[in-house]
């Protein structure tokens, strides 16, 4: 009996020097937990040596260190920047565009700050677009300038370590005076439409009236059919017909009577 108590007691002893044991390293080496949607960049005495995968990992030296980079796709926003068109018109315009972290150690090592020089290069790339092209090319072209942004932005982001998803054009707004002004050209260009359709309309009218005309002026009978079906379709009239009877031809009295 002695014996089992002996063993018990060497194996609790055992297990609270583990747990201390365990205390101390936690203590001195902590773990670093990298999750999914991160990468860890690993740091040994101030310098890069390797990226870290999701999972958990105990830094074994006081001078290692690790930085969590996020990789989820972000947005990026350029707010109203006002600028002037190929004919001079001064608009405010503004850029969404989404991007990822695609190069950690490229993104934190090889530049200060990847989402400013992002934004700088979206910023250059809005007013270049925008100030080659006329107020009127622009606003047709409207769905198609994010393509051409993403296009002249994309190689700062991959100098970055980003990859550039896609850009589009969030707003675009006109001076008051103008906007007025193409609020009536828009609605002129709506009255023209409808004045021109009508055309169409009255035009195709009489060209049935004429055909119709025609037809009647060929075949005479067509338009006494045409009353009687006219009649026949409403109750209670009274339609009297004159049938021609045989032609009476006058003869001319003999002599003498």
Partial sequence: MSGLTSLFIVVILALIAAAIVNAM????????????FERGLLYERGRFTRVLAPGQYRMWAATSMVRKVDIRPRIANVGGQEV???????????VAAR????????????IENYEIALHTALQL???????????????????????EITEQSAPVATA????????????????GELKKIFTQVAHARQEGLAALE???GETAALRHLA??????????????LRTLQAFGQHSGNTLVL????????????????
């Fill in 25 to 36: 390293l936690e203590r001195q080496f902590p773990r670093t937990t990298v999750l999914e």
């Fill in 84 to 94: 002037l068109t190929a004919d001079g018109i001064a608009i405010k315009v503004s």
């Fill in 99 to 110: 991007y990822r972290v695609a190069d950690p150690a490229l993104a934190v090592n090889g």
């Fill in 125 to 147: 790339a809005l007013r270049t677009a925008v100030s080659a092209q006329t107020l009127e090319a622009l606003l047709q072209a409207r769905t198609t300038l994010g393509k």
């Fill in 160 to 175: 970055a370590g980003l990859e550039l998803l896609g850009a589009d054009l969030k707003d675009l707004t006109l001076p």
């Fill in 198 to 200: 009508k055309a169409r």
């Fill in 211 to 224: 055909n119709a005309a025609q037809l009647l002026d060929r075949n005479p009978a067509l338009m006494q």
């Fill in 242 to 257: 004159g049938v021609p009877g045989p032609a009476v031809v006058p003869v001319k009295p003999a002599d003498g009577e």
